[in-house]
């Protein structure tokens, strides 16, 4: 189906162009949300009286989206998440569980406006891109932590994916992985099978 977009899309086009798309994209997204209009001559001369209108709105919305991008350009959010001590989250942190992060500070944004190509898994620092409008990203930085004081030590640049770095070097001598296996022990054990 061809389609007149009525606003810059990524990947596809700017505003006024006529692309052709899937069917289903076009009636599912596009058509509905309002971000274009079907390529007919009826809809070509209503497109063309509206241009300036529309390219007046989009410049409006963008200056808006600009203002915003400045006060959330490198800012850093803190997401408390529980994980193993290797760094991998028992869950993981999304789009939504992102855009409502950014909310409660006061910024108004979608999970829709956040771009990430799957859900983040691991602990640490983590930059995220926020798209504001279709010509506006703005970069935000996720700190991911297990508790706020893991999260101040992440910001100050220290890695925490091991037990030492999480627990220091006064890790009870009992946890540590050596203590668990004694290779004496297994060679005692297994010269008294030999001689039973």
């Given at each position: 189906?061809?389609?007149?977009?009525?606003?810059?899309?990524?990947?596809?086009?700017?505003?006024?162009?006529v692309v052709?798309?899937?069917?289903?994209?076009?009636?599912?997204?596009?058509?509905?949300?309002?971000?274009?209009?079907?390529?007919?001559?009826?809809?070509r001369k209503?497109?063309?009286?509206?241009?300036?209108?529309?390219?007046?709105?989009?410049?409006?919305?963008?200056?808006?989206?600009?203002?915003?991008?400045?006060?959330?350009?490198?800012?850093?959010?803190?997401?408390?998440?529980?994980?193993?001590?290797?760094?991998?989250?028992?869950?993981?942190?999304?789009?939504?569980?992102?855009?409502?992060?950014?909310?409660?500070?006061?910024?108004?944004?979608?999970?829709?406006?956040?771009?990430?190509?799957?859900?983040?898994?691991?602990?640490?620092?983590?930059?995220?891109?926020?798209?504001?409008?279709?010509?506006?990203?703005?970069?935000?930085?996720?700190?991911?932590?297990?508790?706020?004081?893991?999260?101040?030590?992440?910001?100050?640049?220290?890695?925490?994916?091991?037990?030492?770095?999480?627990?220091?070097e006064e890790?009870?001598?009992?946890?540590?992985?050596?203590?668990?296996?004694?290779?004496?022990?297994?060679?005692?054990?297994?010269?008294?099978?030999?001689?039973?």
């Amino acid at each position: 189906m061809e389609v007149i977009l009525l606003e810059r899309i990524p990947r596809l086009g700017q505003m006024g162009d006529v692309v052709r798309v899937k069917d289903g994209f076009a009636r599912n997204f596009l058509l509905r949300q309002g971000k274009a209009l079907r390529a007919n001559d009826a809809n070509r001369k209503k497109f063309e009286s509206q241009r300036v209108e529309l390219e007046a709105r989009n410049l409006e919305r963008k200056s808006e989206a600009q203002a915003v991008a400045e006060k959330l350009d490198g800012k850093s959010f803190v997401v408390i998440r529980s994980a193993a001590e290797t760094g991998q989250l028992y869950g993981s942190v999304s789009a939504r569980d992102i855009a409502d992060v950014v909310a409660s500070e006061g910024f108004k944004i979608g999970r829709n406006q956040v771009d990430i190509n799957q859900p983040i898994k691991t602990i640490g620092l983590t930059n995220v891109a926020i798209a504001l409008h279709p010509e506006v990203v703005a970069t935000v930085t996720l700190n991911i932590a297990r508790s706020a004081d893991e999260a101040e030590r992440q910001a100050r640049g220290e890695t925490l994916d091991s037990a030492e770095a999480i627990y220091g070097e006064e890790i009870n001598e009992s946890a540590r992985p050596e203590a668990f296996f004694d290779p004496e022990a297994e060679i005692e054990q297994e010269e008294g099978e030999e001689n039973a």
